[in-house]
């Protein structure tokens, strides 16, 4: 069984930054491609950003390239969505997705394990 747990969620005003974690209880988790996901109110959840196993490559939604930055800490289970130039349109309820298998994915159906999500909010 997988577990895993976000944080850094927070309100914060337009312009402004967070950083948010997912901690990962799961073995290799350094084997697994991790992603994140965003689901606003009355939305389809879709995808945020997306790293590999080993951190050499990201992938991005075109709403959030040049602004977020998404990395991973192998040794600490942890991987990270750090949130620059937020928006009030960044508003959503922010999920750490565990990818299952060998690529990185930008598809929400590719992802096996969810975390319970943590909630950002940008104030204009």
């Known amino acids: 069984q997988v577990q895993l747990v976000e944080s850094g969620g927070g309100l914060v005003q337009a312009g402004g930054s967070l950083r948010l974690s997912c901690a990962a209880a799961?073995?290799?988790?350094?084997?697994?491609?991790m992603g994140w996901f965003r689901q606003a109110p009355g939305k389809e959840r879709e995808f945020v950003a997306a790293?590999?196993?080993?951190?050499?490559?990201?992938y991005y939604a075109d709403s959030v390239k040049g602004r977020f930055t998404i990395s991973r800490d192998n040794a600490r289970n942890t991987v990270y969505l750090h949130l620059n130039s937020l928006k009030p349109e960044d508003t959503a309820e922010y999920y750490c997705a565990d990818r299952g298998g060998l690529f990185a994915s930008t598809r929400r159906n590719d992802h096996a394990y969810w975390g319970q999500g943590t909630q950002v909010t940008v104030s204009s």
């Open positions: 799961r073995r290799t988790f350094s084997n697994y491609p």
């Open positions: 790293i590999s196993s080993d951190g050499g490559s990201t």
